[in-house]
């Protein structure tokens, strides 16, 4: 098992920044990828940005050039900075960690901009 917890969301206006981060406990040795996914209200689940323990990354299109993600292996961390953010972005944001067969997932963490 893996546990997730994510932290730093919060209230910006638009055109700031904010980083998110997001701890893995339990069976981290397993841990291939970790990223990002948000749901924004009546919209689905979708992928921010995904990287690999390798450090392949992978983004949105939507968040291209804005977004940069970045993890600390030794830490079992990884982080999300978003600059430029735009309304659009508002969303709850989830940490997922993949693991073996399983994917894990955070509480979320509320992120607002504000226009």
């Known amino acids: 098992q893996v546990q997730v917890v994510e932290s730093g969301g919060g209230l910006v206006q638009a055109g700031g920044s904010l980083r998110l981060s997001c701890v893995a406990s339990g069976s981290t040795f397993r841990i291939d990828d970790m990223g990002w996914h948000r749901q924004a209200p009546g919209k689905e689940r979708e992928l921010v940005a995904g990287?690999?323990?390798?450090?392949?990354?992978v983004y949105a299109d939507s968040v291209k050039g804005r977004f940069i993600i970045s993890r600390d292996n030794a830490k079992n961390t990884v982080y999300l900075q978003m600059n430029s953010l735009k309304f659009e972005d508002t969303a709850v944001y989830y940490c997922y960690a993949a693991a073996g067969p399983g994917t894990f997932w955070g509480q979320g963490t509320q992120v607002t901009v504000s226009s």
């Open positions: 990287i690999h323990r390798g450090s392949s990354t």
